[in-house]
């Protein structure tokens, strides 16, 4: 019988649906007996059959890149514990979920957790890591609970535990749950935050997971859509995986779309084949009624900010224009920002940038660990001058210092947030700084105005 | 006053502990959690408590529950309410949800900083705080009352929303 959807949350037709494939189905339930009448599990039974190393191959084949921000290929990352090693391997799905405009994981976590599993499980015997974790965002309770079920299923059918399926292999998985700390998503904030400390990122090199992670162990970290995505590279085989998609940016991968347009939701597509204008008009169903396209976040808030009039150099010489950008990783760089974690955040002509901005600096404010100066103080000041660009009590000057303030941070500090809560600020004024400057007030140029207003003039400050 | 664990408490901590085998430091994200569940707050007892269970300095209990958003050193209301405050929200709307479920709720924000995020109504039946990014960007403005999730959530409406936790 074909698969049916609960109505008016039916996938678009040029959705691909992979991962997503049971997610608002109709008669799906989280439960085994619901995944194993699909086929679930199947994927296991066959990879437990392989050899290790060619589970890897077929990941490296199938040319998956992750899909929880940077985009790096999965089977690398696999591949890149010591083959000297002797020390126990570790697994943890990255099911923290916290870029804002990012909203996959947590339908798969609550709607196919066995999926994950699966993929999981699969992963654990490549690598051979016989105990895993499931890191899940606070926010995410009743997905905690969901998950855990699931895991106390699988192990009472055989597939998680001792000896699995009368393969000779052992493994465990657990949930770990967060508390509500953006930086708990960083790969190596999440392992200390799992080690029970605050999740204060650690310095690569030297402290590449893969090397020396959660204990000090070889530790691969995967967001849950790529370990999902494991199960179909295993059903499909890696060379047929890479044909969907396009070369480089193989797969489907879940867009996330928020803001203004008439249809919001989630889209799982090929990568690359379907481009920006295509998700706009025909999947969000186009612009709210006299609106028209200002700029676009296109791979979670932390990606830079395109704006709608921008011309794009590719690297084979064709300019191309916003609506005509593919969505795949390679393209997006080019274009000078990021694919990210799917999370793409459409803004119209009623939006006020330096609103925009304001709001994502208070983001970043909130969420720096504070480990390094430059992110901890930097972060703060871009949220205190921006507070103040917004409140219209700022000088145009107020915008350069702003600027100056992320091009000091960014490239500093120990982890990725450095970059993630600089590059919204350098991209926003870099394309809309007379707009920016237009909220100041022009007449305060030089003077020095603190938050309860007017202070000295600039040269008495000192 | 010394604290009273429920026998039923301490038998899930002792099974939660062995999710750790390599560290049970580890456990101390996942008892925090289910001392807050039980207690509504985590207070210096509870940090003692939970540092002597896993053969830890208080300080390494403490630093935890000061650091993460999520653990709350005061109590809060009888319902907790979070709602989102990040860009696709405030988009949709939350900032003037999180107005309408003051007012409906009589909560003063006023005092509110960043190591105070927590306002509690006069009455301390609800409380409410911003939170960042839920996921759930596509259907904003969204809040979580507890343990439970909404989405899509107009602010004329809070007062209906409050109504289902009124006991
Ligand atoms: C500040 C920051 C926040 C992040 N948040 C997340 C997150 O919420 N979920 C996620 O999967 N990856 C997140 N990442 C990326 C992880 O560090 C890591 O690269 C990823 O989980 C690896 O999985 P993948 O290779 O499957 O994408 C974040 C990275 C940074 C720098
Ligand atoms: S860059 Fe920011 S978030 Fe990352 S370790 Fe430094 S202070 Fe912490
Ligand atoms: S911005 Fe509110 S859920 Fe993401």
């Known amino acids: ?462 | 006053m010394a604290l009273a664990i429920p026998a039923e408490l301490e038998s899930k901590i002792d099974e939660v502990i062995t999710h750790y085998p390599v560290s049970k430091r580890s456990a101390v994200l996942p008892l925090l959690h289910l001392m807050q569940h039980q207690f509504r707050f985590i207070s210096d007892e509870i940090v003692n408590w939970v540092a002597a269970k896993l053969s830890l300095e208080p300080i390494q209990v403490l630093e935890v529950v000061t650091f993460y958003p999520g653990f709350r050193q005061t109590a809060p209301g009888k319902y907790h309410i979070r709602v989102c405050r990040t860009l696709s929200c405030a988009m949709a709307g939350s900032y003037e949800l999180m107005d309408s479920l003051c007012q409906a709720a009589k909560i003063d924000r006023s005092h509110v900083d960043h190591h105070h995020p927590i306002a509690v109504s006069e009455d301390g039946k609800y409380s409410i705080e911003f939170a960042e990014c839920l996921a759930s960007c596509g259907f904003g403005p969204v809040c979580m009352v507890e343990d439970d999730f909404f989405e899509k959530v107009e602010p004329a409406k809070a007062g209906e929303l409050l109504a289902r936790y009124s006991a």
């Open chain 1, 1 to 462: 019988m074909a698969i049916q959807y609960i109505s008016g949350k039916e996938p678009h037709a040029r959705e691909k649906r992979l991962i997503f494939k049971n997610i608002d189905r109709v008669g799906f339930t989280p439960s085994i007996d619901s995944f194993l009448e699909d086929g679930g599990y199947e994927q296991l039974k066959v990879a437990l059959k392989m050899e290790k190393s060619a589970i890897i191959n077929e990941v490296k084949a199938s040319g998956l890149r992750g899909r929880g921000g940077a985009g790096f290929p999965t089977g690398v990352k696999w591949g890149f514990i010591p083959p000297t090693n002797t020390k126990p391997v570790y697994i943890i799905c990255n099911a923290d979920e916290s870029e804002p405009g990012t909203f996959k994981d947590r339908y798969i976590l609550h709607q196919d957790p066995h999926q994950l599993l699966e993929g999981m499980i699969i992963a654990c015997f490549a690598v051979n890591a016989k105990l895993g974790y499931i890191y899940i965002r606070e926010e995410f309770p009743q997905a905690a609970i969901i998950v855990e079920k699931a895991i106390a299923e699988a192990r009472a059918k055989g597939f998680l535990g001792k000896d699995i399926l009368g393969s000779g292999f052992d493994c465990e998985l657990y949930v770990h749950r967060g508390a509500g700390a953006y930086i708990c998503g960083e790969e190596t904030g999440l392992i200390e935050s799992l080690e029970g400390k605050r999740p204060y990122p650690r310095i690569k090199p030297p402290y590449f997971p893969a090397a020396l992670g959660l204990y000090m162990s070889p530790t691969i970290v995967n967001n849950v859509e790529s370990l999902c995505h494991v199960k179909h590279i295993i059903q499909m085989g890696g060379a047929e995986y890479a044909k969907l998609g396009t070369p480089n940016n193989t797969g489907t991968r879940i867009l996330c779309v928020s803001g203004d347009v008439q249809k919001p939701g989630y889209y799982e597509v090929e990568v690359g084949k379907v481009t920006m204008g295509e998700v706009i008009d025909v999947l969000c169903g186009g612009m709210k009624p006299g609106r028209k396209l200002k700029a676009i976040i296109p791979g979670g808030s932390s990606s830079k900010v395109l704006r709608a009039d921008e011309k794009f150099k590719l690297k084979d010489g064709r300019e191309i224009g916003i609506m005509d950008i593919p969505m795949d990783f390679d393209t997006m760089a080019a274009c000078g920002s990021m694919a990210g974690s799917g999370g793409v955040i459409i803004m119209d002509d009623s939006r006020s940038m330096t609103w925009v901005i304001n709001n994502l600096n208070n983001f970043y404010a909130h969420e720096s660990c504070g480990q390094c100066t430059p992110c901890r103080e930097g972060s703060l000041w871009m949220k205190k001058i921006s507070d103040r660009i917004v409140s219209g009590e700022a000088s145009p000057d107020d915008v350069d210092s702003l600027e100056s303030v992320a091009n000091q941070i960014e490239g500093k500090t120990i982890c990725a947030f450095g970059e993630a809560c600089s590059w919204p600020t350098q991209s926003f004024i870099k394309k809309f700084r007379d707009e920016m400057k237009g909220d100041c007030k022009p007449e305060l140029v030089g003077e020095i105005v603190s938050d309860e207003g007017k202070v000295a003039a600039a040269g008495l400050a000192a």
